[in-house]
């Protein structure tokens, strides 16, 4: 499998009053071409800067130090106009809450009618430029304001709200985003990734919001999207139950680092890693034949204050003395399983 993403050794740090603070602590991650991985981890463990780097949308007070290629193109180094153009298109993200990127002020179907635009300018510049996916123009679709009467929308438009199973999508692509509930704004979004076909889709926290059959039906539109459409997709989440339900690959983080990588079958079903364990002891029914595995004690750390050797060992049952003063790295236990902890 092509690698359409490439992370290799990264951080990203936080400028605080004092000092810098590093969110990500040396991640490697690979995602192949229309693979489906899933990042996993507690709040503060790193996966959303680490999916904001990707998109080279860091906070002004943060930055990116390693190398992200993605499709071969390293994003840490790109300059940010750059970078905006390379996104769109060849990239999109979706977060957690729509909002964030549907513009307010534009109907639903001129937002998909820019994706379209989008997509056909891209697709008109890669028959010039194969080694690129910039879309020309750099102009970012969110600030623009929309006429003030709409034109009817397109069939493409409207075809990508019904792919996305919106009921009434002629009515829906008339209206704004505030006129539609979470679920409904969430599909859209997807339906937008429909229309642009980007290579690499980062998804945040899509489900977190919404209600459990509109997140089973969210999943298997993103699923969807990449087997249909061969759309590489990272996909960030606090529930491992939710990613073990679409992703062929996870990753679990913790304090900034991946702690244990591996196919999600074997992840799910022989967790390595106490803290894995830990993840999976906090689903309801869990993966141990619905035996309740123990949760983990105390909270993750501040990133401020990690303490020296793996950063789990205050919460881990496990811990031995080196644990407290000796940095963990990542083994392979199984074939394409890792986990770094020094129990193995
Ligand atoms: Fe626990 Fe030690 Fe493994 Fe860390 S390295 S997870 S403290 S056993």
Redo the contacts with the bound molecule.
């Keep these: 499998m092509t690698d359409a993403l490439k992370v290799s050794g990264l951080w990203v740090d936080y400028r605080t009053k004092a000092t810098w603070a590093s969110a990500v602590r040396g991640v490697d991650l690979t995602v192949g071409a229309g693979e489906v991985i899933g990042v996993v981890g507690e709040s503060g463990s790193g996966k959303s800067s680490l999916a904001l780097a990707i998109m080279k949308l860091l906070p002004a007070n943060a930055k990116a130090r390693g190398r992200i290629e993605v499709l071969g193109r390293d994003m840490v180094g790109l300059p940010s106009r750059e970078a905006h153009r390379y996104r769109g298109a060849g990239m999109t993200m979706i977060f957690q809450e729509p909002m964030t990127s549907l513009n307010p002020v534009m109907r639903v179907s001129e937002q998909l009618s820019e994706a379209v635009r989008s997509r056909g300018e891209h697709h008109k510049l890669e028959m010039y430029r194969a080694d690129s996916l910039i879309v020309p123009g750099g102009r970012d679709p969110r600030f623009a304001l929309g006429p003030e009467r709409s034109a009817p929308p397109s069939k493409e438009a409207v075809d990508a709200l019904r792919q996305v199973r919106i009921s009434d999508p002629e009515r829906t692509a008339s209206k704004y985003p505030h006129e539609l509930s979470g679920g409904e704004r969430q599909r859209v979004m997807i339906a937008m990734s429909f229309l642009l076909r980007p290579r690499v889709l980062v998804a945040d926290e899509p489900t977190t919001a919404l209600d459990v059959t509109t997140q089973a039906q969210v999943l298997s539109l993103l699923l969807g999207l990449s087997r249909d459409e061969g759309t590489s997709v990272i996909f960030v989440s606090h529930d491992i139950l939710v990613v073990g339900q679409v992703a062929q690959r996870v990753a679990v983080m913790y304090a900034g680092e991946v702690v244990e990588l591996g196919p999600t079958e074997a992840v799910l079903k022989n967790p390595l ?3 894995t364990k830990g993840l999976i002891g906090s689903i309801p029914s869990g993966f141990k034949g619905g035996k309740r595995i123990e949760q983990i004690p105390g909270s993750p750390p501040d990133i401020l204050a990690l303490p020296s050797g ?1 950063k ?2 205050p919460r ?1 049952k ?3 003395e080196r ?1 407290r003063t000796e940095e ?1 790295s990542m083994k392979e236990m199984e074939k394409d399983h890792f986990v770094a ?3 193995y």
Excluded: G, Q
């Design positions: 890693h106490p803290y793996c789990f060992n881990c496990f811990a031995m644990c963990t902890c020094h129990l």
